[in-house]
């Protein structure tokens, strides 16, 4: 919405504004589920079974056809390297990426019209700005195609945990359906549409989050969806007031957007009475990974193709960047495409017994590193928060290398040892040539599209 459509919505009673969001519902139903879509997913959980062979070999297929598409179509790839067949799919595929350059956003921000292929028409994808938290936003063109593909792999995993696309559910996400500038609830818009209750996660103050336990209990959802940040902070709520859900009642709690940390799942898992299964994708369409019942997340092999920069290995697993490839028919190929995450892939295959690459955890966004003085980079620093029930939220900023501030909302159990002791765990993984210090705060800003973000570190951009 630009601002004149915000504060003609804003001046709406509560009622226009939730027609609003049915037809919103409607709107977005019909932009997703379309007949792709539903050809997708059923052509997908047919193939989710398939060996890992099958999956490779149709890898294979699919970038075959994506770089000699790419080569013919698009001026960025005209010189690419013709893919290499060897008759063996795996060593085709690998000998192939092998050849190719890595893809740096860098490269991507500055030629972006050259990656614009010329056998899309306008009305096949629709352009849009990622929100650009960490520097410049870049330009994307989305085909509609890939589109419903990605929501074909995340409705894969939601039916696999027994969820229905007519389901009823709680929505926790970006979206400002509630005008910022209201102080008394509802701080929830109904769409009837789509039978999902709208909550706001711009209104979640201490004082308000007691009124949005009664909808939460009222509405007939099965599942719900959104932030872990936002999710774990209504459940913290939820469990101070003594008002969980009864277990069972929600068959899933689908987290996407953002890191989920270990005492976000704890919390949302006892105040929802479901568990929580997560999904990694990225704006770019071009990766999607979604959690099992054993919580590893597995790609979507026929989605992308994701490779790992070795940073550190051992014998069950090995860490790094994360170079991915998006399949399928994109209007803008992007091929071994740096997308700033680190991941950590496992070498054996998933206790769940389904084929492919899987990952026990992607590790946050490179710029979620801290630097330290003798230039280590440290990831995973929310680790640094996990069974510390006596912070409610907090976050780590890093805007010098000598030095360190952390954000804490303190949560009940918050007493005089409780700093020193988060100090101690800091240095533990940083060393003691860091200044750290603790502010206390009633709440953690947010990044303009509402996601927190538990690490935040300035003084990666200049080589950005
Ligand atoms: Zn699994």
Not at 212 to 221: F, G, K, M
Not at 255 to 272: G, K, M, N, V
Request: aromatic share 8%; glycine share 6%; charged share 25%.
């Amino acid at each position: 919405m630009n601002r004149l459509q915000v504060a003609i919505y804003s001046a709406l009673p509560v009622s226009a504004q939730n027609l609003l969001c049915t037809v919103d519902g409607y709107r977005r139903s019909r932009h997703r589920f379309t007949p792709h879509f539903a050809a997708t997913l059923s052509e997908w959980e047919r193939t989710i079974t398939d060996s890992a062979e099958r999956h490779r070999a149709r890898q294979w297929e699919q970038l075959r056809h994506l770089v000699e598409r790419a080569r013919r179509e698009t001026r960025y790839y005209r010189f690419l390297p013709e893919p290499i067949e060897t008759g063996d799919p795996s060593s085709s595929l690998e000998r192939t990426l092998k050849e190719i350059p890595i893809l740096e956003k860098s490269v991507y921000r500055a030629r972006t019209m050259d990656f614009l292929a010329r056998d899309v028409r306008s009305s096949e994808f629709v352009e849009r700005s990622t929100s650009g938290t960490t520097g410049t936003a870049l330009k994307l063109f989305d085909s509609w195609e890939r589109f419903a593909e990605n929501y074909a792999a995340v409705w894969r995993q939601r039916r696999a945990f027994g969820v229905s696309l007519e389901d009823p559910f709680l929505a926790f996400t970006g979206q400002v359906t509630t005008p910022l500038a209201q102080q008394k609830p509802p701080f929830w818009r109904i769409d009837r549409h789509s039978n999902r209750i709208l909550f706001s996660i711009y209104h979640m103050s201490p004082a308000n989050l007691e009124s949005y336990i009664d909808p939460i209990h009222a509405h007939p959802a099965t599942y719900a969806e959104g932030y872990p940040s936002a999710l774990h902070i209504v459940s913290r709520a939820m469990i101070a007031a003594d008002r969980c859900l009864p277990p069972g009642r929600l068959r899933a709690i689908f987290t996407s957007s953002e890191s989920l940390l270990p005492h976000q799942r704890a919390a949302i898992e006892t105040a929802f009475g479901a568990p929580v299964r997560d999904h990694y994708a990225a704006t770019e369409h071009v990766v999607s990974m979604t959690a099992c019942e054993a919580n590893m997340l597995h790609v979507d092999m026929e989605f992308g193709i994701v490779e790992v920069e070795t940073q550190e290995e051992d014998d069950d697993w090995v860490r790094g960047p994360l170079i991915v490839t998006g399949l399928g028919r994109p209007a803008a190929p992007m091929i071994r495409y740096r997308i700033g995450d680190v991941g950590t892939r496992s070498k054996h295959p998933c206790s769940c017994g389904r084929p492919g690459d899987v990952f026990h955890e992607i590790d946050g966004r490179i710029e979620d590193y801290i630097v330290t003085p003798d230039q280590r980079l440290v990831g995973r620093m929310d680790h640094v928060f996990k069974g510390r029930y006596d912070i409610a939220e907090a976050q780590i900023v890093q805007e010098a290398v000598d030095s360190l501030r952390v954000l804490v909302v303190p949560g009940d159990g918050w007493s005089a040892e409780s700093e020193p002791a988060l100090i101690r765990g800091l240095r533990a993984r940083l060393g003691d040539d860091m200044r750290v210090e603790v502010q206390l705060s009633d709440r953690i800003p947010r990044e303009p599209n509402g996601k927190l973000r538990a690490v935040k570190s300035t003084i990666h951009g200049a080589r950005r």
